[in-house]
């Protein structure tokens, strides 16, 4: 079946799509960094409970790495920055201006009641030296958070302007320092894990200021900053109008992520038993080193949706809010950025079930990381793979409503995802263990996908899935499956294993096998998929 190309494709629907392959190509070496510094961290601290701690410390800054990082501040600043650049320039430099430095004074004024909080909690009560740890670690991570969404929002301003390659190289100033401070404590100091762990989120505000210094740079020439706010009053109240809404509608995977990371973090916060009025204590379920487990199963599974997932729907996301008043541009570009979405999200669901086990020995077995820590997090990470096409469809659909101005809608949908998420985190951990938590977040991940899809069709009065999208989808499954069989049945040959080396061989060859099929029947089945991903033009 072949799928050519319109004559009359939008622009932006075209552009987009460069876009998306300048920041997917730097997001992938950004996450092969990430990869280099978790594969560091098993290898040093094991799956156990400092790295636990560390997790859980880091898991609130993130979050808003996260949130604002992937989208949400950006959701609610890049369409109103972007049409006030087409219209005044001059007020949308007063408007980015005025809105920094108010995201600045109220972060840093959240972060101190946040360390006052947490230094109450750590004197008040008696947590216990393993208790105190993540709450310590956490005081120190914390100025990480009002700096990085200030570096979202000037990233959000970059990718307006058409740049898109440093907000997509910046994070791998984060992952740098990190291993740097990693390799400070556990190689040049040879501290033990305790005081390593401390370089570590020392390392964490550090890179902070060093991607604002990069983003702020790289906005030379395009932005003049000013502080003189005439005439803001308006645009900041709408941005401020939206920024709430947007914050659930695109945090809900991060929202339930956190609450995953605070329920595998229990055992180190409080202990091993869970203690309900007028009940004996039980025990918990999960073990010290569950968030760990968590964070490396969690690394894997947003591999490919950071590289092309949140890569389509950054780059799809200013097209959209340009051609708000186009409807036929506006539904071209969107569906264009399902159908990527979908393109790439099934192979990497199905790629990442079919290769797991070899995946987690190959990036976190060796040092202290052993046998039985690969088998849990394989297992954990076959609960998040399930649905990475759903994730990363979900982040799509969720820009389009947002770029109509409808913040509410997704809000909705996310309340009650995060709803869902938290009843089957807490059903599934008994009989699943920690992989119950990967498998609550995937279901309650395909549901959300679901409903959004479903209210699209509902706003834009047309389907996002026309007939030559379902067409799509569905060669797209089927290549894909063949893709799955055929790495399966590669497996099944007697291939090296036990060191790392062979298991690093035995990847490349899955992997190789894998995506060589794909890319081959995409060709021969003619994927205009694929020539949008590997072209520079789009255009017939």
């Not at 309340?415 to 119950?436: C, E, Q, Y």
């Not at 309650?444 to 706003?459: M, N």
């Not at 029947?521 to 003619?526: C, M, Q």
Request: aromatic share 8%; charged share 10%; hydrophobic share 55%.
């Amino acid at each position: 079946m072949t799928d050519e190309a319109p004559n009359n494709q939008p622009e932006d629907a075209e552009q987009f799509v460069g876009h998306a392959r300048t920041f997917a190509g730097l997001t992938l070496l950004s996450r092969f960094s990430g990869l280099a510094r978790d594969a560091m961290w098993s290898r040093v601290f094991s799956a156990g409970d400092t790295l636990s701690a560390f997790v859980v410390a880091f898991a609130i800054p993130n979050l808003f790495r996260r949130l604002f990082g992937e989208g949400a501040l950006s959701a609610a600043f890049v369409p109103e920055y972007a049409q006030l650049h087409q219209q005044d320039p001059r007020l949308a430099a007063r408007y980015a201006s005025a809105i920094v430095a108010l995201l600045a004074l109220t972060l840093g004024v959240v972060m101190l009641l946040g360390e006052a909080f947490l230094a109450l909690l750590l004197f008040a009560t008696p947590l216990g030296e393993s208790g105190e740890l993540p709450i310590k670690l956490t005081m120190v991570t914390l100025p990480y958070m009002p700096l990085v969404c200030i570096v979202a929002l000037l990233a959000g301003m970059l990718q307006t302007h058409g740049k898109f390659a440093i907000p997509a190289a910046a994070p791998i100033a984060l992952n740098l320092v990190l291993i740097g401070a990693t390799s400070i404590g556990a190689f040049l100091l040879a501290s033990d894990l305790t005081t390593t762990a401390f370089l570590l989120a020392l390392g964490v505000p550090i890179a902070g200021m060093v991607q604002i210094m990069l983003t702020a740079l790289a906005l030379r020439g395009e932005h003049n900053w000013t502080g003189a706010f005439i005439g803001v009053t308006e645009p900041i109240r709408r941005t401020l109008y939206k920024l709430g809404p947007a914050l659930i509608g695109l945090g809900a995977l991060q929202i339930s992520g956190l609450l995953d990371q605070l329920i595998a973090g229990y055992p180190v916060i409080v202990g091993d038993t869970l203690a309900l009025p007028g009940l004996d204590p039980v025990a918990f379920p999960l073990d010290e080193g569950a968030a760990s487990t968590l964070f490396f199963a969690q690394r894997l599974y947003q591999f490919p949706l950071g590289v092309f997932g949140i890569a389509i729907a950054t780059a799809v996301f200013p097209a959209l809010a340009r051609a708000v008043d186009k409807p036929d541009a506006f539904l071209a570009t969107i569906r264009r950025g399902v159908r990527l979405s979908l393109f790439i999200g099934i192979p990497a669901t199905l790629g990442l079930i079919a290769v797991r086990n070899e995946l987690v020995a190959v990036v976190y077995q060796g040092g202290a990381f052993t046998e039985d820590q690969t088998a849990i997090v394989a297992s954990t990470l076959l609960g998040y793979a399930v649905a990475v096409w759903a994730y990363t469809m979900s982040h799509t659909l969720t820009r389009g409503f947002f770029a109509l101005g409808d913040t509410k809608t997704p809000m909705r949908i996310a309340l009650i995802a995060v709803a869902v998420n938290l009843i089957l985190n807490l059903t599934l951990i008994w009989p699943l263990g920690v992989a119950g938590l990967a498998w609550a977040t995937a279901i309650t991940a395909i549901g959300q996908c679901t409903a959004l899809t479903i209210c699209s069709h509902r706003k834009l009065h047309e389907p996002i899935f026309d007939r030559d999208a379902r067409a799509s989808a569905l060669v797209t499954i089927a290549i894909a499956g063949a893709m799955f069989a055929a790495v399966l049945g590669v497996q099944a040959l007697p291939l090296p294993a036990g060191s790392w080396m062979n298991n690093a061989i035995t990847l490349a060859v899955l992997v190789s096998v894998g995506a060589g099929i794909f890319m081959v029947l995409a060709r021969i089945t003619k994927r205009i998929e694929l020539r949008w991903l590997l072209e520079r033009s789009t255009s017939r």
